[in-house]
């Protein structure tokens, strides 16, 4: 077997990890295994907001409730799965930007900052990310 070598910032090659030189595309399998998680979470709000637009009050409730409570709550909860899903999607799409293009960039910022040390860069990086997600997650 041939070994993967990387050239350091002072001309020196190493060896890389397994991880890094084993081939295996882990962005791409991220990104797939993301969108079936969302496309699997849509269908079944969808199918959830079907039944939330029914306006027949169920006989398994009759007496319970009152049909015009049940025909409010109904409203709620769709416009509440509605808001889900729109939600759901535009987190698909702000974790993909967040991963191609904003960890790649923090990466390099926290080498300019501290150096290849892959201690102190990791430790800005995680820092450089949280101020990055803390405003996205506040809402």
Same mark, same amino acid.
């Given at each position: 077997?041939? %070994?993967?070598?990387?050239q350091?910032?002072?001309?020196t090659? !190493? &060896? @890389?990890? +397994?991880?890094?030189?084993?081939?295996v =595309?882990?962005?791409?399998?991220?990104v797939?295994?993301?969108? %079936?998680?969302?496309?699997?979470?849509l269908?079944?709000?969808? !199918? &959830? @907001?079907r +039944?939330?637009?029914?306006?027949?009050? =169920?006989?398994?409730?009759?007496?319970?409730?009152d049909?015009?409570?049940?025909?409010?709550?109904?409203?709620?909860?769709?416009d509440?799965?509605?808001?889900?899903m729109?939600?759901?999607?535009?987190?698909?799409?702000?974790?993909?930007?967040?991963?191609?293009?904003?960890?790649?960039?923090?990466?390099?910022v926290?080498?300019?900052l501290?150096?290849?040390?892959?201690?102190?860069r990791?430790i800005?990086?995680v820092?450089?990310t949280?101020v990055?997600?803390?405003?996205?997650?506040?809402?």
């Amino acid at each position: 077997p041939v %070994a993967i070598l990387a050239q350091g910032p002072s001309g020196t090659q !190493r &060896q @890389l990890p +397994k991880a890094m030189s084993d081939g295996v =595309p882990y962005l791409e399998s991220f990104v797939v295994f993301s969108a %079936a998680v969302t496309v699997w979470v849509l269908y079944l709000d969808v !199918r &959830q @907001l079907r +039944k939330n637009k029914e306006t027949i009050l =169920p006989t398994e409730l009759k007496g319970i409730i009152d049909e015009e409570r049940f025909a409010k709550s109904q409203v709620y909860q769709a416009d509440k799965r509605v808001f889900s899903m729109f939600n759901s999607v535009l987190h698909f799409f702000v974790q993909l930007v967040e991963v191609i293009y904003v960890w790649p960039w923090a990466w390099k910022v926290a080498s300019d900052l501290v150096g290849n040390n892959e201690y102190y860069r990791s430790i800005v990086w995680v820092l450089i990310t949280h101020v990055i997600n803390y405003p996205i997650d506040i809402p």
